[in-house]
């Protein structure tokens, strides 16, 4: 079965084709990505109306780019999954709408996806997963921790308090100049650092082990670059230590998961998942702790739309649909 997943919920238009054969035994046939980077870095950060403004100009053309990359016509499509939230509601809309009036023009059948259900099963994409496994989504809007027991059936166990790592991971790299989106900058910046040259408290939440929190660590960060000391630090190993200081963060309340679920499988997601520490470090951690680590290929860690049609299918493969009234939900819960 052949699904067309559209994702538009933030900065990016993606759009997928996949082929189903089971619930969650896909073939990505194609993944194209519109990225708005160039257009909102000019402002620190995503200006909401510049992004669905962009959405409504580049879905058509990425929609069509999907189609030939995977070498189909809308002929052979026999599902749309489409992310109906949670996000920025002027941009879920572009993508929400434009699947509505193709599966009333077509009569293909349409589904709404939470778009953390794609993070949670994009590592299926490329691996043999078996349930339940335990997922930490990490990107800039979300940090959290589910027990995955079922297609559906997602239970958090933790949940940052405050800040998500990479909002903290950007608002780092702009007190620090390295522009915006700043992940990836720090975590390049960090290879040539001494990630223990600057302390960094790590912050824990008190009777939560499995919860995070990431603003004391920002603020840190702020304060001692607000001081001559901190300014004559070496950037390198700044960007080192506040990104081993979040990697720990990240690490001690995964295992702490993982053991209290007895999980033999831990999958990382989310656009931080892109993190080469985090990776290295949690893949250790899980090895030493005898569980496996799964993290899909960095164009299925960032948002993309290949995790929205997996997402999708496997209700598609039920024989399920959504109707034309279904809506747009900014803070659509899982
Ligand atoms: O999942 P995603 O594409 O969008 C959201 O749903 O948020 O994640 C984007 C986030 C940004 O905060 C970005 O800085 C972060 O992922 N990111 C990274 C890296 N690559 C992307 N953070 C740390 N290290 C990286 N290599
Ligand atoms: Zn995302």
């Known amino acids: 079965m052949l699904t067309l997943g559209i994702e538009s919920s933030c900065d990016d238009a993606a759009v997928a084709v996949i082929e189903t054969v089971a619930p969650g035994i896909a073939t990505v046939r194609s993944s194209t990505v519109a990225n708005q980077d160039d257009i909102h870095r000019a402002y620190g950060g995503i200006v909401p109306e510049l992004a669905s ?40 809309l572009v993508g929400l709408m434009f699947a509505k009036g193709l599966a009333q023009a ?55 308090r405050d800040d998500a790592a990479g909002e903290a991971f950007d608002k780092v790299a702009k007190l620090m100049g390295l522009g915006y989106p700043g992940g990836r900058a720090i975590d390049e910046l960090s290879r040539h650092g001494n990630r223990k040259r600057v302390r960094i408290p790590r912050a824990h939440v008190k009777g939560a082990p499995m919860d995070f929190s990431f603003s004391g660590v920002k603020t840190f960060v702020a304060t001692l670059l607000a001081s001559a000391a901190g300014r004559a630090e070496r950037p390198e190993d700044l960007a080192a230590s506040f990104q081993e200081a979040v990697v720990d963060m990240l690490v001690n ?18 656009g931080v998942a892109a993190n080469s520490r985090l990776r290295e470090r949690l893949a250790e951690a899980a090895g030493a702790d005898g569980r496996r680590l799964v993290a899909p290929a960095l164009k299925y860690c960032t948002d993309n739309a290949a995790m929205i049609s997996l997402a999708g299918s496997y209700r598609l493969l039920r024989g399920e649909r959504d109707s034309l009234g279904i809506d747009a939900e900014a803070n659509l819960s899982l």
Do not use: K, Q, W
């Open 53 to 92: 403004r962009n959405h409504v100009v580049t879905i058509v053309p990425v929609v069509e780019r999907a189609l030939s990359d995977a070498r189909c016509t809308l002929a052979d499509i026999r599902g749309i999954a489409v992310t109906s939230g949670p996000g920025l509601v002027g941009s879920l």
């Open 106 to 160: 077509t009569g293909i059948a349409m589904v709404g996806v939470n778009h953390i259900e794609g993070h949670i099963l994009a590592p299926m994409l490329e691996n043999r997963i078996a349930m339940p496994y335990l997922a930490l989504v990490v990107s800039g809007g979300h940090t959290a921790l589910f027990a995955v027991e079922d297609f559906g059936r997602y239970r958090r166990i933790g949940r940052t």
């Open 253 to 270: 309340p995964t295992i702490a998961a993982a053991r209290e679920l007895g999980a033999d499988t831990i999958a990382l997601t989310g």
